[in-house]
């Protein structure tokens, strides 16, 4: 018989043998930033997650930087929108002051700017719309245009989330043509079309008027084919790779993990965060357990880091 539990004996035994382990330098947190004043706006399906706008942002960045989390990923939430997300690219956008404001009062704070029109158009596509069909070829200048635009308010590393072929090298272009060529792209290479994003379209009021996202993002069903996105994306220059979301698609991380050698992001994402929420707010689980259990399995499933609403408690879990 061979005897296991001589590894697991007491808690300096199990920590000496650990494999995987989760700190404050794995998390990344998500930030909505919106138009107007005096706004701190809880969004109702992401409890303890807020918009802020540009006067009230501060008290957020406040508590990161005291949590000592080192990357946030920046959602702007624009009053004004049109046909073509025109704000996403305007240099007075509120993700591009969000950035700059970060810049000059948070210098040490890594900040990742998403890429997407979504939040910016009328119609929530991501894309450019003709006849009710979501342009592929048309949307790619105006991605690039957004990207130089981020990168130029200062953003550390551009994130485009869109799904649309082809981004990641128009958006590589771009870059180095308006000398951001050491300006890092983070690619949504493996975005399912997904339900467990529903909170985030609440929050971002970025839901589509019609259809839906599945013409652009994958189909949950297909593993091997996020293989060919991320293969892709790398033969165009991303530098970094984000799965997306996490937990039911842990199996694409570990695929992933194997076979690329590129830092490898985890997306934890709105409608995950938004169930353990609503378990725990029910008593019917132990927050900080789950939460802990999650991450440490996204890790052990190969994530490099981990894009989660939770990493404000998670740092204060960890820090006591
Ligand atoms: C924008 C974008 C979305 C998310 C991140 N970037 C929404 C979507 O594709 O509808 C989802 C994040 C989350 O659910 O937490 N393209
Ligand atoms: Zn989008």
């Not at 949590?67 to 046909?83: N, Q, R």
């Not at 509120?94 to 998403?114: G, H």
């Not at 981020?150 to 590589?172: Q, W």
């Not at 300006?183 to 929050?203: E, I, T």
């Amino acid at each position: 018989m061979k005897r296991f539990r001589k590894l697991r004996t007491d808690e300096r035994m199990r920590s000496f043998v650990r494999e995987n382990n989760i700190s404050v330098s794995d998390l990344i947190y998500p930030i909505f930033v919106c138009d107007g004043e005096n706004v701190k706006q809880e969004i109702e399906s992401m409890p303890d997650i807020c918009r802020y706008s540009l006067d009230r942002l501060p008290e957020e960045l406040d508590r990161v930087q005291e949590a000592k989390i080192p990357v946030v990923l920046l959602f702007g939430i624009p009053e004004y929108k049109d046909e073509k997300g025109s704000m996403a690219y305007d240099d007075n956008g509120i993700t591009q002051r969000a950035i700059r404001l970060i810049r000059q009062s948070y210098p040490e704070l890594l900040v990742i700017a998403d890429v997407c029109l979504c939040e910016y158009t009328s119609h929530g596509h991501c894309g450019l719309i003709c006849d009710g069909e979501i342009l592929n070829d048309e949307t790619l200048p105006l991605l690039s245009k957004a990207a130089v635009s981020l990168a130029k308010a200062g953003a550390d590393i551009i994130a485009p989330s869109d799904m649309m072929d082809g981004r990641v090298a128009a958006i590589r272009t771009a870059l180095d043509e308006n000398g951001f060529k050491s300006v890092p792209v983070m690619s949504y290479s493996a975005k399912f079309a997904s339900g467990y994003y529903g909170p985030f379209r609440d929050a971002a009021g970025s839901a589509p008027a019609f259809g839906d996202r599945r013409s652009y993002q994958m189909d949950p069903a297909d593993g091997r084919q996020a293989m060919c996105e991320i293969e892709d994306d790398l033969s165009e220059g991303a530098d970094m790779i984000i799965i997306k979301p996490a937990m039911a698609y842990a199996d694409i991380l570990t695929k992933a993990r194997g076979r690329f050698f590129v830092p490898l992001v985890a997306y934890n994402v709105s409608g995950e965060y938004a169930m353990v929420k609503a378990a725990a707010q029910n008593g019917w689980i132990d927050e900080k357990r789950i939460v802990l259990e999650n991450m440490l399995c996204l890790k052990r499933a190969g994530a490099d880091r981990i894009i989660t609403y939770h990493a404000l408690d998670i740092a204060k879990w960890l820090n006591e």
